[in-house]
T-cell receptor, first 113, second 114 residues
Framework: SQQGEEDPQALSIQEGENATMNCSYK?????LQWYRQNSGRGLVHLIL?????REKHSGRLRVTLDTSKKSSSLLITASRAADTASYFC?????????????FGAGTQVVVTP | DAGVIQSPRHEVTEMGQEVTLRCKPI?????LFWYRQTMMRGLELLIY????????DSGMPEDRFSAKMPNASFSTLKIQPSEPRDSAVYFC????????????FGSGTQLSVL
């Protein structure tokens, strides 16, 4: 089974609106990462948050992490058509997991002009 | 830097044929990962290397799959014989250090086995 599960599976918004997606995971982690995948392309790293951090910002991206609830959220503010993509969370699942980033099923985001 | 380079971009083959996918990681990166992406199973880690040495191949689905990394700038993933259920997008990714941080992905190889 997958370590990370994104919610919602799909999200449709208009340009200028904010997009929020969530990720839940099952076991303790060292860090959690978010990636973006445009159609037909590889994944691109967006942001990493460590288990001892609660919030992180990068440009229009804001990520939160709640280790007590084993969940994270990704907020994209003032969305643009170019933000249309699938977004995946990935977790590093602990001491014996070196190299084993596990990805969720992704949230498909469509931003309409 | 050109990023992680995968070839071919698309591969269509018939069941039973041998398929070889190729990957050139980013220069200076010493960790390399092979992932497979399907609608049903999402992204699955197949195998990863550190300093050209396979560290964990527990994700390789069966003996028909093999991966090599003969040097720091080249890796192959081979499927022999191929089956229709192997149809997927195969991604190679590299990382600059032996950590779980920030993978750089190639554009993938879309494999169709008929």
């Amino acid at each position: 089974s997958q370590q990370g599960e994104e919610d919602p599976q799909a999200l449709s918004i208009q340009e200028g609106e904010n997009a929020t997606m969530n990720c839940s995971y099952k076991t303790s982690i060292n860090n959690l990462q978010w990636y973006r995948q445009n159609s037909g392309r590889g994944l691109v790293h967006l942001i990493l948050i460590r288990s001892n951090e609660r919030e992180k910002h990068s440009g229009r991206l804001r990520v939160t992490l709640d280790t007590s609830k084993k969940s994270s959220s990704l907020l994209i503010t003032a969305s643009r058509a170019a933000d249309t993509a699938s977004y995946f969370c990935a977790t590093d699942v602990g001491a014996d997991s070196w190299g084993k980033l596990q990805f969720g099923a992704g949230t498909q985001v469509v931003v309409t002009p | 830097d050109a990023g992680v380079i995968q070839s071919p971009r698309h591969e269509v083959t018939e069941m039973g044929q041998e398929v070889t996918l190729r990957c050139k990681p980013i220069s200076g990166h010493n960790s390399l990962f092979w992932y497979r992406q399907t609608m049903m199973r999402g992204l699955e880690l197949l195998i990863y290397f550190n300093n050209n040495v396979p560290i964990d191949d527990s994700g390789m689905p069966e003996d028909r799959f093999s991966a090599k990394m003969p040097n720091a700038s080249f890796s192959t993933l081979k499927i022999q014989p191929s089956e229709p259920r192997d149809s997927a997008v195969y991604f190679c990714a590299s990382s600059p250090r032996a950590t779980n941080e920030k993978l750089f992905f190639g554009s993938g190889t879309q494999l169709s086995v008929l």
